[in-house]
Nanobody, 119 residues
């Protein structure tokens, strides 16, 4: 069974930085796209950033120039460097990966990590 374990969330003041990590474990043949989503209270889950297997990236307009996504394929890990954080970045952040096993390709989600930005 494939699992994603996230770390790095917490409380930070506006203008500060945090780095989220998400590592995959289990019987994995390969990983396609990786991404980070977030869900604020009372709002729908939204895509924050994504990175393809080849390293192409995409960002939500609200985080462009402040957040940076990267991946380490050998470690099966995706990172999200978040700089110049704003109170509106407060949310639960979820990682997502398109994982290939011997039998199938499946979309896997992390458990979520809370990021709170105080003003």
């Amino acid at each position: 069974q494939v699992q994603l374990v996230e770390s790095g969330g917490g409380l930070v003041q506006a203008g500060g930085s945090l780095r989220l990590s998400c590592a995959a474990s289990g019987s994995i043949f390969g990983i396609n796209a990786m991404g980070w989503y977030r869900q604020a209270p009372g709002k729908q889950r939204e895509l924050v950033a994504a990175i393809t297997r080849g390293g192409n990236t995409d960002y939500a307009d609200s985080v462009k120039g402040r957040f940076f996504i990267s991946r380490d394929n050998a470690k099966r890990t995706v990172y999200l460097q978040m700089n110049s954080l704003k109170p509106e970045d407060t949310a639960v952040y979820y990682c997502n990966m398109g994982v290939m096993t011997m039998a199938t390709i499946t979309e896997v989600w992390g458990q979520g990590t809370l990021v709170t930005v105080s003003s």
